[in-house]
């Protein structure tokens, strides 16, 4: 059947049994992030997948929504790679802000009457100027490497170590060595994932995907008033408890953006 005689034929039956019909459930899968889309979209995939599509009628339909399944892993790698890059950032700050606190402490103690005090501060602020006091302005690569050399040069100095415990700086010092060694492996990793990765239109790909599930809620309505319910009641029925879901938990996202609601640290939807 050509897409012209379907598409009149639907369109007839729409017209015709409209109270009559039996209904796909549907959502706008515009409020899905990123990150939910491409696993929402291959859910789908193999939700019909199972059904045997080629048998309902619904293989031309059902094979052109499979073949986005390439560009949805790419969207979805992608967004893995985006969600690295903000928490190398947050990384970043964490970092920055430790070693500017143990420089500004030490600074700051290193100008007390009380000599015991300044004593340990100056030892502590010399192996920083050593290493340099704008460590938290330089760039990822570079900052990586200095907090390394500045730790490992602490570390070889006892008298430091102990400078550093009696001014309270000491698990200061070691969360900005946790920090830098998560940093440092996060950014391997992010770097070799955009290496391997290409860089895609997320939302010409969503667009034109979302035009291809439509066509395959119509069509399958379409089939199942045209051939009987019987064989296609499971299939529709799986695929509206699933949209159902999707169609609560949006709405809901929805009133809480209209009310205002930071969304940022929420957590995605639970795939069902």
Same mark, same amino acid.
Request: aromatic share 12%.
């Given at each position: 059947?050509?897409?012209?005689?379907?598409?009149?034929?639907?369109?007839?039956?729409?017209?015709?049994?409209? #109270?009559?019909?039996?209904?796909?459930?549907?959502?706008?899968?515009?409020?899905?992030?990123?990150?939910?889309?491409?696993?929402?979209?291959?859910?789908?995939?193999?939700?019909?997948?199972?059904?045997?599509? &080629?048998?309902?009628?619904?293989?031309?339909?059902?094979?052109? $929504?499979?073949?986005?399944?390439?560009?949805?892993? &790419?969207?979805?790698?992608?967004?893995?790679?985006?969600?690295?890059?903000?928490?190398?950032?947050?990384?970043?700050?964490?970092?920055?802000?430790?070693?500017?606190?143990?420089?500004?402490? +030490?600074?700051?103690?290193?100008?007390?009457?009380?000599?015991?005090?300044?004593?340990?501060?100056?030892?502590?602020?010399?192996?920083?100027?050593?290493?340099?006091?704008?460590?938290?302005?330089? #760039?990822? /690569?570079?900052?990586?490497?200095?907090?390394?050399?500045?730790? +490992?040069?602490?570390?070889?100095?006892?008298?430091?170590?102990?400078?550093?415990?009696?001014?309270?700086?000491?698990?200061?010092?070691?969360?900005?060595?946790?920090?830098? /060694?998560?940093?440092?492996?996060?950014?391997?990793?992010?770097?070799?994932?955009?290496?391997? /990765?290409?860089?895609?239109?997320?939302?010409?790909?969503?667009?034109?995907?979302?035009?291809?599930? /439509?066509?395959?809620?119509?069509?399958?309505?379409?089939?199942?008033?045209?051939?009987?319910?019987?064989?296609?009641?499971? $299939?529709?029925?799986?695929? #509206?408890?699933?949209?159902?879901?999707?169609?609560?938990?949006?709405?809901?996202?929805?009133?809480?953006?209209?009310?205002?609601?930071?969304?940022?640290?929420?957590?995605?939807?639970?795939?069902?």
């Amino acid at each position: 059947m050509n897409f012209f005689c379907f598409f009149v034929k639907y369109n007839y039956y729409s017209f015709k049994n409209k #109270n009559s019909m039996i209904r796909i459930v549907r959502f706008n899968f515009l409020g899905l992030w990123n990150s939910e889309y491409p696993l929402v979209v291959s859910r789908i995939i193999d939700m019909v997948a199972v059904h045997k599509p &080629k048998e309902l009628y619904l293989g031309n339909s059902f094979d052109r $929504l499979a073949a986005f399944r390439p560009q949805l892993d &790419k969207i979805e790698v992608q967004e893995k790679f985006d969600k690295d890059s903000v928490a190398l950032s947050e990384l970043d700050q964490q970092r920055d802000t430790l070693f500017n606190v143990i420089h500004a402490v +030490a600074k700051a103690f290193a100008r007390t009457p009380i000599a015991e005090i300044s004593k340990h501060a100056s030892s502590i602020m010399t192996i920083l100027k050593k290493h340099g006091n704008d460590i938290a302005s330089a #760039n990822y /690569t570079a900052e990586t490497e200095r907090i390394n050399d500045l730790i +490992a040069d602490m570390k070889a100095q006892p008298e430091v170590l102990k400078s550093l415990e009696s001014l309270s700086l000491l698990p200061l010092f070691e969360q900005m060595g946790k920090f830098n /060694t998560e940093f440092d492996k996060l950014f391997m990793q992010r770097n070799q994932r955009q290496a391997e /990765t290409e860089r895609v239109d997320v939302r010409a790909i969503r667009i034109e995907c979302d035009k291809v599930i /439509t066509l395959l809620w119509n069509a399958i309505e379409f089939c199942c008033n045209e051939y009987g319910e019987e064989k296609y009641l499971p $299939l529709i029925k799986e695929i #509206n408890n699933f949209n159902s879901y999707y169609k609560q938990q949006l709405a809901a996202r929805s009133a809480r953006r209209k009310a205002k609601k930071d969304l940022s640290a929420e957590e995605p939807i639970e795939l069902i």
